[in-house]
């Protein structure tokens, strides 16, 4: 079966990193996403990922080993409104979308 | 990016009755997604509506219990009938829009349904 693992919920303090990890066993893979999504509110698009290595946007990175079946987000000098759930999404060999529970991030003053 | 307009934002309904959620896009698109997303867990593909033919459906679902409208190419429905507390959830409707080089999900902001 098709799996995408992240953790449930992360806590971090603000002003600090955090790394998300996202593990993911496709049938293919076609590019995988990752999105934000504050409470009672739809995902917004934050990264994508089809290669090897890290793509950089601002304080959000996104990283990628293909070989592994490994992504990670990174997100640097949090700031309370970073305060969200974060999923990851896989494209599979049939250009379905298989997406990760979420991962909740709490930060801490 | 596309902008989608969902209603209604949230709905309150008696058991046993049927409830329509509206999607509205600002372009034409050829395929919209409808998504469930129950509490604290993440997206389930319903189905896929495309104009002019019947809507795709994904294991687990069926027409009857999730018809869809698909009239033209901005504007889809998603009917969830005969309701039960088991359907309170959320349902968002989402199109594909190039972005970064990849076809990237855009959401309605959701319809939040709590069935009594």
């Known amino acids: 079966g098709q799996n995408i693992d992240q953790p449930t919920e992360m806590t971090a303090t603000e002003g600090a990193i955090v790394q998300i990890n996202c593990t993911y066993q496709?049938?293919?893979?076609?590019?995988l996403f990752w999105y934000q999504q504050h409470a009672g509110e739809a995902p917004t698009f934050l990264s994508y990922?089809?290669l090897d290595g890290l793509e950089e946007k601002g304080r959000f990175s996104s990283f990628l080993s293909r070989s592994k079946g490994y992504s990670y987000l990174l997100l640097k000098e949090l700031q309370m409104k970073d305060s969200a759930s974060y999923l990851c999404?896989?494209?599979?060999?049939?250009?379905?979308?298989?997406w990760g529970a979420g991962t909740k991030l709490i930060i801490k003053p | 990016s596309a902008v989608i307009s969902q209603k209604p934002s949230r709905d309150i309904c008696q058991r046993g009755t049927s409830l329509t959620i509206q999607c509205q896009v600002d372009s034409q698109v050829t395929m919209m997604f409808w998504y469930r997303q129950q509490p604290g867990q993440s997206l389930t593909l319903i189905a896929t509506a495309n104009q002019g033919s019947e809507a795709t459906y994904e294991s687990g679902f069926v027409i009857d219990k999730f018809p869809i409208s698909r009239p033209n190419l901005t504007f889809s429905t998603l009917t969830v009938s005969n309701m039960s507390p088991e359907d309170s959830s959320i349902y968002l409707c989402?199109?594909?829009?190039?972005?970064?080089?990849?076809?990237?999900?855009?959401f309605g902001a959701g319809s939040r349904l709590t069935v009594l």
């Open positions: 496709t049938s293919g893979f076609n590019g």
């Open positions: 990922n089809v």
């Open positions: 999404a896989v494209r599979d060999s049939n250009y379905q979308l298989i």
């Open positions: 989402s199109v594909e829009t190039g972005t970064s080089g990849a076809n990237v999900l855009t």
